[in-house]
């Protein structure tokens, strides 16, 4: 299939997904609204709603009416405007709430004076986070207000309704603005004129600062809006816990509400309806330690039990007497990152997979949870390859089903180890296995949490998903279909940083009911001798959040037409290429000329025409090669080659490039195939290796400047001094600064204009790690020892940028937010001193969750 009809089907294929898309957005989620930030952030930072973004009202003189929800919440202050009707920008109509005094107000002004005004106290009717309905309807001479059971009229002074401004919160009216916004959470507003919905704003699907209304499309504006609907698909850290070096095991009661995570002296415990940690030192006793996650809740006991299959005695934890019922010594079991479940109908503790000693187990065992009996193991038949970092989850009384995980087929490590997507469905009782479905996945691996909710309503299953071959990995709530012949994850939320350390890191799944929400639990060490346990929320169940932007029917047809006009285009395009294909043949058979191919013609007709090409804003030489911000490749006639390296070719050229730059030895094949071809036969990997690197050959020779060689075993490259890579540059520079222990200012100008952003942010491979650390490390130390420089301290603007490729690298380092705040301050910019202060403050509080030993006027005042 040539180029132009791949993408003439993909865009036919989008189309079929706005169908899809449109079905999709049908669906409301349980809890939406648009909550508005109040007094506990500054006047800046409220929310604001204006019904009439795209121009004034109008209405007939017998008026209109407007509806909606209003849920008030208890905070210090809770004084402030929910809404103000303004007419012909004379005279308005306040409703004004003050939850703490239990009061609201009704308030008609003219611009010199207010007309009249009540007011209502009602303890029972304005309860915290309780929905209330409100009505207002003005007609000729009265406004009618109905809240929840209550209505009071007053006479307005309205002079007719043609000119109707509507805001609710923070407003910027040149004469009835207000930054006083209570919290609050307002939906379904609707607006009525003589019996007929003319506007209706669910205030569900959004587009950040506007939404759209559900009958004309009409647009509202929103000033930082907190939307309801977004904790649907952003995760929202809910509670920390600093253990030092301790390990943490963990454990989730469904019916209390409750997590617990158990080190051996201590039972932290985070209270889903608090949304607190509380912590208790054990008076007696710990559970059975080990870097496995061996803990499990039992509901009918209502005790921890710690366990392992090497020992059969279990470990209670007693909550009456705070005691365990053994006190075990540390031990490394055998099957560390199992999933375990309990068989309520047996009264079964059930132990799946695992990992130890370099095997991979793929065993069922089970056991008693009266205390007594051995471990037994349940033959799965037929067998489930070995594997651990799989996730379960409960499917029925006697089935589980087991996703994904990393092993091998023999269960051993050194085997062929590999990551497996795969369904099983596995009945506790029988032991009977059936595959459900499996997919394939060559690239960007991933491996699962240990447990995975399953809704079988909705024929779906939902699993954190993240790639197991990295450290800074990150971790995606991914939703598959249960019953499918086409399983593919799907990614519903945005990320949580996860420092992925295998058995040494952990993270867990579980869905509260009672208040639908899923708890991601993640337990991994931050830096070294420095485990975290955190716990986060999101709303469910979750949304995409591309599904959460709200798309009106106009704007939905309008995309419709614009590919069916990208398609007729195409096809078009696709007969005059045809149609010059032909003529090229006839001509080459006329002149008996050998034919060329004319593959790079469509390629550039497509690149030229169809898709945009984007380059670094910053001034290319050609040729080169663009490692800082971001992989990029140009020949020496300007063409951005980045396209034609593939991933797999290009990850072999950096490496071969990495290596060649270090210390000019170069990489061995072994080197290759282990890294890209790790789980392939010695045959196959010795193919896969040999096409890619003729692929990369041929691509070098394009760019003609640099040579592929293999010297004594060693595949190096070999780089004329013509093309330019900004990364090479850079080393160059350190290096030489460093063993000369001073540089001057040409050095640094050209060292901070070329350094502007990190080392290939958009890659990640673990062989990749060890070069983005010792350049980043390299960097920093010796800007900062620049710093004190004398001819650098009296340049107040090379300082500034230093400072500023120092942060990009690391945005915490202490000396060097002091001097870009003060400098900053110094030079009269006093605001956005304060502001890099406040960020720093931020950035140092979520990643060592603690705050600065110093304050912002410890740094401008010193």
């Excluded at 019922?325 to 997979?353: F, G």
């Excluded at 994904?404 to 997507?421: A, D, L, T, V």
């Excluded at 003060?822 to 979520?846: E, H, M, P």
Aim: net charge neutral; with cysteine.
């Amino acid at each position: 299939m040539c180029s132009t009809s791949r993408l003439i089907l993909l865009i036919l294929l989008s189309l079929t997904r706005l169908g899809v898309f449109a079905t999709e957005k049908e669906i409301e989620p349980k809890f939406y609204g648009l909550k508005f930030l109040s007094h506990d952030v500054n006047q800046d930072q409220r929310t604001g709603l204006n019904l009439t973004a795209d121009g004034d009202l109008s209405f007939p003189d017998d008026g209109f009416s407007m509806a909606f929800d209003l849920k008030l919440c208890m905070e210090y202050h809770t004084y402030g405007y929910v809404f103000k009707v303004i007419a012909n920008d004379e005279s308005s109509f306040d409703l004004v709430s003050n939850l703490l005094q239990q009061k609201v107000s009704f308030i008609l002004n003219e611009r010199k004076k207010v007309v009249e005004s009540k007011g209502l106290v009602d303890s029972l009717l304005f309860v915290n986070e309780q929905w209330i309905p409100v009505k207002v309807t003005f007609n000729k001479h009265h406004i009618w207000l109905k809240i929840g059971n209550y209505s009071t009229t007053l006479a307005h002074s309205f002079h007719d309704f043609k000119h109707i401004k509507i805001y609710f919160g923070l407003n910027k009216h040149a004469y009835y603005y207000t930054a006083d916004v209570p919290p609050m959470t307002i939906r379904n507003i609707v607006i009525q004129s003589q019996g007929k919905v003319i506007r209706s704003w669910k205030l569900a699907y959004h587009n950040r600062t506007e939404v759209l209304d559900d009958i004309k499309g009409t647009r509202a504006s929103v000033i930082n809006g907190s939307w309801e609907i977004d904790k649907h698909a952003h995760w929202e850290k809910v509670a920390s816990l600093n253990l030092a070096n301790q390990q943490a095991q963990v454990a989730f009661d469904s019916l209390g509400g409750r997590i617990f995570a158990v080190t051996a002296n201590n039972i932290y415990t985070f209270s889903i309806a608090e949304k607190k940690m509380d912590s208790v030192r054990v008076a007696k006793g710990n559970p059975y330690l080990g870097v496995s996650r061996q803990l499990i809740y039992d509901q009918v006991s209502k005790q921890l039990i710690s366990y392992t299959h090497m020992f059969p005695q279990l470990d209670t934890y007693n909550f009456q007497t705070n005691e365990w019922s053994l006190s075990p010594t540390r031990i490394i079991d055998a099957k560390q990152h199992h999933n375990h479940t309990i068989d309520r109908q047996r009264n079964k503790l059930i132990m799946l997979m695992g990992y130890g000693y370099h095997q991979y187990d793929g065993t069922l065992l089970e056991r008693s949870l009266d205390g007594s009996g051995q471990w037994k193991t349940n033959v799965l038949d037929p067998p489930i390859a070995p594997r651990y970092l799989a996730a379960l989850g409960v499917e029925d009384d006697n089935h589980v089903l087991l996703l994904g995980g990393y092993g091998s087929i023999s269960g051993k490590q050194e085997e062929s180890p590999r990551n497996f997507y795969d369904l099983y469905r596995i009945n506790l009782r029988t032991g009977k296995t059936a595959k459900l479905w499996f997919f394939s996945n060559d690239s960007n691996h991933f491996t699962f949490s240990n447990s995975m909710v399953v809704d079988k309503a909705k024929n779906k299953l939902y699993a954190l998903a993240y790639n197991n071959d990295s450290y800074h990995s990150k971790l995606y709530l991914c939703a598959f279909d249960l019953v499918t012949k086409h399983p593919k994850p799907l990614v519903v939320s945005d990320s949580i940083a996860y420092h992925f350390l295998d058995v040494k890191s952990y993270c867990d799944l579980f869905l509260h009911a009672q208040t639908s929400t899923l708890y991601a639990l993640v337990s991994h060490e931050k830096q070294p001798g420095q485990q975290m346990v955190e716990i986060y929320a999101l709303a469910f169940p979750p949304i995409a959040e591309d599904a959460i932007i709200q798309v009106s029917q106009n704007s939905h047809y309008v995309n419709i037409a614009i590919l069916m006009a990208c398609v007729l285009l195409l096809l078009v395009m696709s007969a005059l290429i045809i149609r010059w294909r032909i003529k090229r043949r006839r001509a080459i058979t006329d002149t008996s000329i050998e034919p060329k191919t004319d593959s790079s013609f469509i390629q550039q007709a497509i690149a030229e025409h169809i898709v945009p090409v984007v380059t670094k804003s910053k001034q290319v030489q050609y040729p080169s090669v663009l490692l800082i911000g971001g992989f990029q490749v140009f020949a020496k006639n300007g063409e951005n080659m980045t396209a034609e390296f593939t991933p797999i070719v290009r990850n072999i050229f950096l490496m071969l490039l990495f290596n060649t730059l270090k210390d000019q030895k170069g990489t061995t094949s072994q080197q290759l195939d282990e890294t890209f071809w790790f789980d392939m036969e010695r045959s196959k990997a010795l193919n896969n290796r040999g096409v890619n690197i003729r692929k990369l050959r041929l691509l070098l020779k394009t760019l003609d400047s640099i040579d592929l060689m293999n010297k004594n075993g060693y595949w190096k490259l070999q780089m004329d001094h013509h093309i330019f890579c900004d990364y090479k540059e850079i080393m160059l520079l350190l290096h030489e600064i460093k063993q000369k222990k001073i540089a001057n200012k040409e050095q640094l100008a050209k060292l901070v204009n070329l350094a502007t952003d990190e080392l290939l942010p958009d890659i990640s491979a673990e062989w990749l790690d060890r070069f983005k650390s010792e350049y980043q490390t390299l960097l920093v130390e010796i800007l900062l020892n620049v710093l004190s420089q004398t001819d650098i301290k009296s340049d107040p603007k090379l300082l500034l940028k230093i400072v500023d490729v120092i942060l990009v690298h690391d945005c915490i380092e202490e000396d060097a937010i002091r001097l870009k705040c003060r400098i900053l301050y110094q030079t009269g910019q006093k605001g956005l001193s304060k502001q890099t202060f406040d960020k720093f403050y931020a950035d140092y509080k979520r990643i060592l969750d603690a705050v600065p030993h110093f304050t912002y006027d410890d740094i401008i005042l010193n």
